[in-house]
């Protein structure tokens, strides 16, 4: 399985700024990546999926990176808002067809 | 679309009783469902994955007598905690998947043995 990881400190970000978050996993490269927003208490809910082949995907304020050299993927929030505080997640696909290994998270915390 | 729906949210058990989650794809079939267990602020650990009218495979470490897991219909997984100890207390949370490598969770359901 792979090693992930995800920075265990929190996020503090100003409303508006760009929070940016890494995910770096240790083995081989997965053919696709995706990103997870979790609120406490509750299941994650799935955001974007990057392939292999793709070196950046958006949605909306959202923006993921995928560097399959560096091991490391890249999620961005612009112009955050306080409705974006969250841990969010980071996923690889694992050994088998859509089973997946998840990072610990990251939350992000934005302020006003 | 795309709701996965869980229940109990909540459940407090004593030791040594069952408890029965059920998950279920409310709009649209699941081919597969799979189940993990979270800790705070851990990562999401997958316990099983599950098929409709298959038995579940179970990853390493857990134990499939301990974690029935019943997939009866393309809609509807269902995790019984047997024996259910302290050590078992946690956040477990469901998932559903169709052909498109998104994977739809559940709410999750708290788990507290006493």
Not at chain 2, 1 to 21: E, F, L
Not at chain 2, 93 to 103: P, R
Not at chain 2, 108 to 113: E, S
Request: hydrophobic share 30%.
């Amino acid at each position: 399985s792979q090693k992930i990881e995800q920075n265990s400190e929190a996020l503090n970000i100003q409303e508006g700024k760009t929070a940016t978050l890494t995910c770096n996993y240790t083995n081989y490269s997965p053919a696709y990546l995706q990103w997870y927003r979790q609120d406490p208490g509750r299941g994650p809910v799935f955001l974007l999926l990057i392939r292999e082949n793709e070196k950046e995907k958006r949605k909306e304020r959202l923006k993921v990176t995928f560097d399959t050299t560096l091991k490391q993927s890249l999620f961005h929030i612009t112009a955050s808002q306080p409705a974006d505080s969250a841990t969010y997640l980071c996923a690889l696909e694992a050994d088998s067809w859509g089973k997946f290994q998840f990072g610990a998270g990251t939350q992000v915390v934005v302020t006003p | 679309g795309a709701v996965v729906s869980q229940h109990p949210s909540r459940v407090i058990c004593k030791s040594g009783t069952s408890v029965k989650i059920e998950c279920r794809s409310l709009d649209f079939q699941a081919t597969t469902m799979f189940w993990y267990r979270q800790f705070p602020k851990k990562s999401l650990m997958l316990m099983a994955t599950s098929n409709e009218g298959s038995k579940a495979t179970y990853e390493q470490g857990v134990e499939k007598d301990k974690f029935l897991i019943n997939h009866a219909s393309l809609t509807l997984s269902t995790l019984t905690v047997t024996s259910a100890h302290p050590e078992d207390s946690s956040f477990y949370i469901c998932s559903a998947t169709t052909d498109s490598y998104e994977q739809y969770f559940g709410p999750g359901t708290r788990l507290t043995v006493t």
